[in-house]
């Protein structure tokens, strides 16, 4: 079953603006995950978080995770071109070994 | 080069010929599985392998089969493909289990069935 729903499906903003993207799950996890997918290739691993961290930053890319309400926000800084893509969140829950995804944000960066 | 090498990228068939998605890792990965991604729906699990000879079921995984002989190797088997298997078929595998752990996904196989 889809574990996470992501929020808003489509995204468009101007080049150097801030990106940010919404998860929200339904049951407890032990870890969220954030991919990228560019125009229908492979999913790429961008960021973990633990079910016990509040808050991790990679370069321009910032992930939040509020397990009270289930839910995840990843924030994209100085938008690029390059950063028009799909983006994934993906919960392993307690209960199984299974990595769950959910139907994705779309991003697009106009120049 | 550490990849997930998924063959073929794309292929048509017709309804009830037997095909097979063949991946292969050379991470030495354990984990390995199977997802389809269709338009508005996300990528849902068909199945995945915990190690050699472990498997077990995903989320859909109606239509398929798949096998894990050696620790490199998981093949998607569609033995009478049917139209609504019409989608795009991602491979991924990590370390160990993905808890924890990042998937490596392959470059995807496009599969129409006629």
């Known amino acids: 079953s889809q574990q996470g729903e992501e929020d808003p499906q489509a995204l468009s903003i101007q080049e150097g603006e801030n990106a940010t993207m919404n998860c929200s799950y339904k049951?407890?996890?032990?870890?969220l995950q954030w991919y990228r997918q560019n125009s229908g290739r492979g999913l790429v691993h961008l960021i973990l978080i633990r079910s016990n961290e509040r808050e991790k930053h990679s370069g321009r890319l910032r992930v939040t995770l509020d397990t009270s309400k289930k839910s995840s926000s990843l924030l994209i800084t100085a938008s690029r071109a390059a950063d028009t893509a799909s983006y994934f969140c993906a919960t392993d829950a307690k209960s199984d070994y299974k990595l769950s995804f959910g139907a994705g944000t779309t991003v697009t960066v106009r120049a | 080069e550490a990849q997930v090498t998924q063959n073929p990228r794309y292929l048509i068939t017709v309804t009830g010929k037997k095909l097979t998605v063949t991946c292969s890792q050379n991470m030495n990965h354990e984990y390995m599985s199977w997802y389809r991604q269709d338009p508005g729906l996300g990528l849902r699990q068909i199945y995945y392998?915990?190690?050699?000879?472990?498997?077990d079921k995903g989320d859909v995984p109606e239509g398929y089969k798949v096998s894990r002989k050696e620790k490199r190797n998981f093949p998607l088997i569609l033995e009478s493909p049917s139209p609504n298997q019409t989608s795009l078929y991602f491979c991924?595998?990590?370390?160990?289990?993905?808890?924890?752990?990042?998937?490596?996904f392959g470059s995807g196989t496009q599969l129409s069935v006629l």
């Open positions: 991924a595998s990590s370390l160990s289990s993905p808890r924890g752990e990042k998937l490596f």
């Open positions: 049951t407890s996890i032990n870890n």
């Open positions: 392998s915990m190690n050699v000879e472990v498997t």
